[in-house]
């Protein structure tokens, strides 16, 4: 079993959206979409109490995959005993304040605690603007550095319509700072934010040119973890 937590301490930058997606490419791949949920392999578990995932689960008529909202401890921990699970992914809440504080104090610091303790990998989402920089690294330096969790920074939410510009400062501050970068780029597409508010993910997305991009964007970056690229 691999556990994947999605994480950054910045609300917006994209982790129910990728944790979401990611398990619904990676079931797509494993599983005939349309298949029956309850077996699915692959696992998303929540434990955002505000939880947009909680919020699309219960919108999505059929996820392709198998959801949790977990609320309390001492479930995460048996998650790696689940029978048939094999891809976990785990959406976190955005946080403000200290990060250690965070960690270690409430349910949603002890929460966050059990899921970095069954973290084989980290996700970190990072948008392309500058304010989203010292959040994400503080997410890695007071949460995944100490524990020795290796991750990924992956940039979400670049339009393309921009230019290059942000989306190469952005990529020189994830190198300048030595963290591992996705070459897999999430692009920002209207149809993400709209398929979030329709309870969609990725694979249930209409079949034209601009879905198919947006779906593509989920396919490398699954792609790029298996492959560890
Ligand atoms: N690649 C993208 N393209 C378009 N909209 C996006 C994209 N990623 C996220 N969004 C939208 O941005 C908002 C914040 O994303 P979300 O995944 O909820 O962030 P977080 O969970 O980190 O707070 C949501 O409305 C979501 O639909
Ligand atoms: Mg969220």
Redesign the pocket.
Known sequence: MTTYVVL?Q?????????AANLAAVFASAIAPVGDDDTDSPVLLASIDPQG?AVWWAERAAELPFRFSAVNQEGILPRVPSLPGVEHVFI?TP?WIGDTQDYASEGLAGRLLDEALSIADMAIV?ITPEALSFDPTARTIRDLLEPRGIPFKVVV??WDPRDGDRDLNQTRDFVNRSGWPLSHAV?????V??HA?AKGQVVTDYPDNKVSVRAVRDFEQLALALKVGA
């Open positions: 950054n910045k609300g917006g930058v994209g982790k129910t959206t990728l947009s959406d955005g989402p979400n939410q999430i692009r920002r597409y209207k993400h934010s979030a």
